[in-house]
């Protein structure tokens, strides 16, 4: 198996594949939206530059925005391995990737007001370790931005003032009701990961790990794909737009996700992710071999 050191580099790898490019499902899901948009929109300008914004990065390898956001590794690892070792690796591959400038000094600490300089803090990168049964470790990252990170909620239901009960409809009108109140605020057109039930901490970390999923997929679970497809296009008739001009194109997908509850709690966990959606997968073998992932 690979050392720490080792280790390391080859997050710094993934972290520079993420800051760098889109996936090319979220660049087709762009360059529909902008096609589908008025000639001469102010939303068709906007998602015109959106797309050449991330078509000069991929070259430089340049963050394709401005601010990278918090870096969420989700690992897979076989049985034994430490997930200290890897934890550690994850947060000396940001500060290594912090100074090569793939992302940006982005932690602050909140007591002093200062940033750290080198983009790691307590909770900064977030680490989530699996143990699974196949080979190698399976790392998948996303880098969160700030702005969308504000448009994220979270709703109990009851929620009279929805008319939303504890049923799939009220988890419905939950959604809905975070794309209208985001207003293309968080960089619209956004990708929507939600989940429903579990507490008010794992219900925010499954609907970040929804967003892991690739836009063009569906989702197991029939009554939930609907759903998905249903806000999709309803999202899309609220007429917000991209960076809130107006428009066809408000979000780009929605994944759903659930957990257990209590008898006492309906939690609606909404993650809203901008269109700079970075997101990056791979395998490494335990030779260090590295397959890049969708
Ligand atoms: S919300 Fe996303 S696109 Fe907007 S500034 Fe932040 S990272 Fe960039």
Redesign the pocket.
Known sequence: MLTAEQWTEKLVEVVAHASTQLPPDVMDALKRGRDAEEEDSLARKALDSIVLNVEMAKGAWQPI???T?TPLFFLHHPVGMSTRMLVGAAEEAVRRATAKQLLRPNAVDPLTEKNTGHGQAPGIPTVKCEEWDGEGVEVKLILK????ENCGAQYTLPNTALKADRNLEGVKRCILDAIYKAQGK??APGIIGACFGGDRGSGYVESKRQLLRPLPDHNPIPELDAMEQDILEKGNQLGIGPMGFGGKTTILGVKIGYLGRLPACFFVSISYM???NRRAGARIAPNGEVTWLS
């Not at 931005?145 to 969308?148: A, R």
Request: with cysteine.
């Open positions: 925005c401005q601010d956001g931005g700030g702005g969308s968080g960089c901008c269109w700079a």
